[in-house]
C-alpha cells in the first residue's frame, strides 16, 4: 500500500513496479498505480522506477505499458 511507502521514506533507493495480483505489466489490468506514485513523489523519490513483471508478449506490451506508466509519472510529479 501506498502507505508503506511513506512509513519507508529515504529508505527507497530502487522502485520495482507491477500489476499487484498477477504481476503483469503496469496499465495491463485495472489497477491504478497513482497513488503509489504519488507516495514516491510525497517522499521525494527521484530513483529508477522498474518495472519487474511478467510479461506475455513484450512487443505488444511494453509500449503502452511504458505509455500507462509515464502518463501517471507526468499527472503527478507535474500537479500544482
Known sequence: PAQVIQQAGNYIVHVD???????T???TNT???????KALHNIGYSG???MEC???N?????T????YLSSVLTQVYRAK
Open 58 to 62: 513484450l512487443m505488444k506490451q511494453a
Open 17 to 23: 513496479i507491477a500489476e499487484n495480483t498477477t504481476r
Open 48 to 50: 529508477p522506477i522498474v
Open 25 to 27: 505489466p503496469p496499465g
Open 64 to 67: 503502452s505499458s511504458w505509455n
Open 54 to 56: 511478467r510479461w506475455e
Open 31 to 37: 489497477q491504478d498505480f497513482t497513488n503509489y506514485v
